[in-house]
């Protein structure tokens, strides 16, 4: 394909769409990008302040406390160190204006004093930007030799930061096979499980955080009160509380990969290794691009044959990760996984590890 942009004619196999919301590849695609329209917008600002009132809080918090209101406005101001502070605000008759349209410093210079006081002076302006609460997503991740990644791809309200965590993880995803793709080494169908995988993580982002968009209502209705009252019971309880916690933060994230042991699919925890090179994170095994065959406990036999973009790692943990040997895909999730007792599937972990070979 031959792609045009500022003046300069580039020919390519494939296009990687990752530039935002607005993403002007999507609309010159014609693709339709279904979902909700914004219901109210807001600001994010980084400032800094020459001065503050009473009202500002010291330190950080939980949200709720961080949180207030007054002169129409709604505010959370979060103390980053010193004289810097992130905040975010938004008033219910909040005109309707475009994102692109810059932030002033006599908009925030009004939510501030309307909210923390007069005495609250803005002092300066690291970077801002509007946000709403709109809600859409591709019916595909994939048109033809184009691809589409983060906010590009999906957008949702700004809540709990999730936009950053699932636009990286696509982009680990595609990554991958996208450069075996190009290097003509990619398996029948490895460049459509791109979106396989990753378009349901998108779609139940955008599920949790409608939900969040009503509990986070700066003016809830009485129900809605009632409800934040009963869910906040619920986090109480350590079992929702992990469960949210891990849905919120991806870590809970598994794929649907072929095999039975219970960490297939699954993303490790950084745990601390010792290697014949000395301590390492499991994360430092990953620069390579290639996945890894990471052996706890010596089952590997020393004449199997592994393909060279399959790096063999020998190593100790003090943790128990619940295997003795696993092999993990580049973007560091488990593809296979074997106790002491099937040190014996040689041929099973050797034709695991040629087919992911192929890939990259």
């Given at each position: 394909?031959?792609?045009?942009?500022?003046?300069?004619?580039?020919?390519?196999?494939?296009?990687?769409?990752?530039?935002?919301?607005?993403?002007?590849?999507?609309?010159?695609?014609?693709?339709?990008?279904?979902?909700?329209?914004?219901?109210?917008?807001?600001?994010?600002?980084?400032?800094?302040?020459?001065?503050?009132?009473?009202?500002?809080?010291?330190?950080l918090g939980h949200?709720?406390?961080?949180?207030?209101?007054?002169?129409?406005?709604?505010?959370?101001?979060?103390?980053?160190?010193?004289?810097?502070?992130?905040?975010?605000?938004?008033?219910?008759?909040?005109?309707?204006?475009?994102?692109?349209?810059?932030?002033?410093?006599?908009?925030?210079?009004?939510?501030?004093?309307?909210?923390?006081?007069?005495?609250?002076?803005?002092?300066?302006?690291?970077?801002?930007?509007?946000?709403?609460?709109?809600?859409?997503?591709?019916?595909?991740?994939?048109?033809?030799?184009?691809?589409?990644?983060?906010?590009?791809?999906?957008?949702?309200?700004?809540?709990?930061?999730?936009?950053?965590?699932?636009?990286?993880?696509?982009?680990?995803?595609?990554?991958?096979?996208?450069?075996?793709?190009?290097?003509?080494?990619?398996?029948?169908?490895?460049?459509?499980?791109?979106?396989?995988?990753?378009?349901?993580?998108?779609?139940?982002?955008?599920?949790?955080?409608?939900?969040?968009?009503?509990?986070?209502?700066?003016?809830?209705?009485?129900?809605?009160?009632?409800?934040?009252?009963?869910?906040?019971?619920?986090?109480?309880?350590?079992?929702?509380?992990?469960?949210?916690?891990?849905?919120?933060?991806?870590?809970?994230?598994?794929?649907?990969?072929?095999?039975?042991?219970?960490?297939?699919?699954?993303?490790?925890?950084?745990?601390?290794?010792?290697?014949?090179?000395?301590?390492?994170?499991?994360?430092?095994?990953?620069?390579?691009?290639?996945?890894?065959?990471?052996?706890?406990?010596?089952?590997?036999?020393?004449?199997?044959?592994?393909?060279?973009?399959?790096?063999?790692?020998?190593?100790?943990?003090?943790?128990?990760?619940?295997?003795?040997?696993?092999?993990?895909?580049?973007?560091g999730y488990v593809?296979?996984?074997?106790?002491?007792?099937?040190?014996?599937?040689?041929?099973?972990?050797?034709?695991?590890?040629?087919?992911?070979?192929?890939?990259?």
């Amino acid at each position: 394909m031959t792609v045009t942009a500022d003046g300069l004619q580039v020919r390519a196999h494939y296009l990687a769409a990752c530039e935002g919301g607005h993403s002007t590849v999507r609309k010159l695609l014609g693709l339709p990008f279904p979902g909700r329209p914004g219901t109210q917008q807001a600001v994010l600002a980084d400032i800094r302040l020459s001065a503050v009132s009473s009202l500002v809080p010291q330190q950080l918090g939980h949200m709720s406390t961080l949180t207030r209101q007054g002169g129409g406005y709604w505010a959370m101001l979060a103390p980053l160190g010193g004289d810097r502070y992130r905040i975010t605000f938004g008033r219910a008759d909040q005109a309707d204006i475009d994102r692109d349209t810059p932030v002033t410093h006599e908009e925030i210079t009004a939510a501030l004093q309307a909210v923390y006081g007069e005495e609250t002076t803005l002092g300066a302006v690291d970077n801002s930007s509007r946000f709403s609460d709109a809600t859409r997503q591709l019916e595909h991740n994939r048109a033809g030799r184009v691809l589409f990644a983060g906010d590009a791809a999906h957008i949702h309200p700004p809540l709990g930061g999730q936009g950053l965590n699932l636009g990286i993880h696509d982009a680990i995803n595609l990554g991958w096979k996208l450069a075996a793709a190009v290097q003509d080494r990619a398996p029948s169908g490895l460049l459509d499980s791109y979106h396989t995988e990753r378009h349901p993580v998108g779609a139940q982002v955008l599920h949790h955080t409608s939900a969040q968009r009503v509990l986070a209502d700066p003016h809830p209705s009485e129900d809605v009160a009632a409800l934040r009252d009963i869910f906040i019971d619920l986090l109480r309880l350590p079992d929702t509380n992990r469960h949210l916690a891990g849905l919120m933060s991806g870590l809970s994230l598994r794929y649907e990969l072929p095999g039975e042991h219970p960490l297939t699919g699954q993303r490790m925890p950084d745990v601390d290794l010792v290697t014949a090179a000395g301590p390492t994170r499991l994360s430092a095994l990953f620069g390579s691009g290639h996945a890894v065959l990471l052996d706890l406990a010596g089952i590997v036999p020393a004449d199997l044959p592994l393909p060279a973009r399959v790096d063999l790692v020998r190593a100790t943990c003090t943790d128990d990760v619940g295997a003795a040997a696993l092999l993990f895909r580049p973007d560091g999730y488990v593809c296979w996984a074997a106790e002491k007792s099937d040190a014996c599937g040689k041929t099973l972990l050797s034709t695991i590890a040629g087919d992911l070979a192929k890939a990259h």
